[in-house]
């Protein structure tokens, strides 16, 4: 049974920075693309930013220069660095995967297991 547990949400002024944390169980990660995506208030759930099982970051046009997507296999984990966060931000940040799939993790209609989210409000 796969697992996505996310940590780090919170609320932060305009500007300010945010780490999100997504622990995975340990089939998942090393193989696996991985992928972090939103859904604001009323709005459907965008990618975010993924990362191909070789390392290969991908980000949404909104958050270019401002996110970074990293992991740590050893550690099972995947990270999102938000920067120079904006209040159009705020939104529920889902940690998401394929579980057979080592690329395609930033399109929404691919992926198959999901966190249960984590709330970032920008102020």
């Known amino acids: 049974h796969v697992q996505l547990v996310e940590s780090g949400g919170g609320s932060v002024q305009a500007g300010g920075s945010l780490r999100l944390s997504c622990a995975s169980s340990?089939?998942?990660?090393?193989?696996?693309?991985m992928g972090w995506f939103r859904q604001g208030p009323g709005d459907e759930r965008e990618g975010v930013a993924a990362?191909?099982?070789?390392?290969?970051?991908a980000y949404a046009d909104s958050v270019k220069g401002r996110f970074t997507i990293s992991k740590d296999n050893g550690k099972n984990t995947t990270y999102l660095d938000m920067n120079n966060l904006k209040p159009d931000d705020t939104a529920i940040y889902y940690c998401?995967?394929?579980?057979?799939?080592?690329?395609?993790?930033?399109?929404?209609?691919?992926?198959?297991?999901w966190g249960q989210g984590t709330q970032v409000t920008v102020s």
């Open positions: 340990k089939y998942i990660s090393s193989n696996n693309c």
């Open positions: 990362i191909d099982a070789d390392g290969s970051p």
């Open positions: 998401a995967t394929r579980r057979r799939a080592s690329t395609g993790c930033l399109i929404r209609g691919l992926i198959d297991t």
